[in-house]
């Protein structure tokens, strides 16, 4: 059980308030204030990523300017079943489901390991779905769950949008999870572990050649979950002009090669066992939405 859980917190799913802008005028001061680091960063496109980590609190952030114009962003992101498909692009979401529409709804989450498995062996977790703004220049959407395993609690992912000209977004996307007891030890014991060396992206030194040496540890985790959501987002914003029958193969194509981009950090599988896998479970997903409805 242990083992599992510390799978799921992993997974970047357990997550806890985080501060937002709260409208487009304050969103759009934080882009001017990141816009040095946008323009030169180890990602060589305009991204910047941050971490904290304090009190049993970690935090990640993704600020990014994207070449979609802002309404494309606010209509696809504001949609409470867009979320599914974006987590479902990540390893470790095997099934979602949505109940309720507008700008409140439920939204079933199924997590699990890095493989094929049957849901009934994955962990649910139900998030609330509100759309805090939705207006011609500012998007704010939230994912709450208060509670969860070994005493987690607080978890929230929330997305915040703004145009910044007729063709391009910033986009700032955070989440944050609260340790219990119980789930620091976990998380300890994977650290000590398989995840011992695993990095983030934050360089924290040099070595004597000139490499960069990166953040591991809990934050190295954060960071690691923060850009696989960040590049999800990307790869569904990437469909949106394309036929319904065509979405999910581009989706799924442009994620994994994404995050390839980032061997060090984010490479878990092979792309054809990655897509065999995501195939299977979204088709699990849709045959579970037409048997509901």
């Known amino acids: 059980m242990l083992r599992s859980v510390t799978s799921l917190l992993l997974a970047g799913l357990f997550l806890t308030p985080a501060a937002f802008a709260q ?20 990602f060589q496109r305009p991204m910047v990523l941050e971490s904290t980590g304090a009190n049993g609190v970690l ?12 309404d494309v962003v606010g209509r696809t992101l504001s949609r409470m079943d867009s979320w599914c498909d974006i987590l479902m692009l ?3 979401v ?38 805090a703004a939705a207006t011609s220049d500012y998007l704010a959407v939230q994912l709450n ?3 969860g395993p070994l005493g987690t609690k607080d978890y929230r992912i929330v997305l915040e949008a703004t145009p910044l000209d007729a ?13 219990g007891p119980t789930a620091r030890i976990a998380m300890q014991g994977y650290l000590a572990t398989t995840g011992r060396n695993k990095v983030g992206f934050s360089v924290v030194g040099r070595r004597p050649d000139g490499a960069p040496v990166y953040i ?33 193969e581009k989706r799924l ?16 599988m092979d792309r054809d066992e990655y897509l065999t896998m995501k195939r299977v479970e979204f088709a699990r997903r849709q045959s579970a939405s037409v048997t509901a409805n």
């Open 23 to 42: 409208d487009a005028g304050a969103l759009r001061a934080r882009e001017a204030e990141l816009r040095e680091q946008l323009t030169n960063n180890q």
């Open 59 to 70: 935090n990640g952030d993704v600020y990014a300017v994207v070449d979609y114009p802002y």
């Open 90 to 92: 990540t390893f470790n």
């Open 94 to 131: 095997k099934g979602c489901q949505t109940r309720a529409s507008g700008r409140h709804g439920m939204l079933s989450m199924a997590v699990g390991r890095k493989f094929d498995q049957p849901l009934a062996d994955t962990y649910p977790i139900d998030f609330t779905y509100r759309v």
């Open 145 to 147: 769950a208060d509670s």
């Open 167 to 179: 063709k391009r977004s910033f986009v700032h996307f955070t989440y944050s999870y609260a340790n």
């Open 216 to 248: 591991g540890g809990e934050r190295g985790m954060i960071e690691r979950n923060s850009m696989r959501y960040y590049l999800a987002i990307e790869a569904f914003l990437g469909t949106y002009q394309l036929p319904a029958a065509e979405q999910l």
């Open 253 to 268: 194509s442009d994620w994994f090669a994404a995050v390839e981009r980032y061997p060090r950090q984010l490479h878990e």
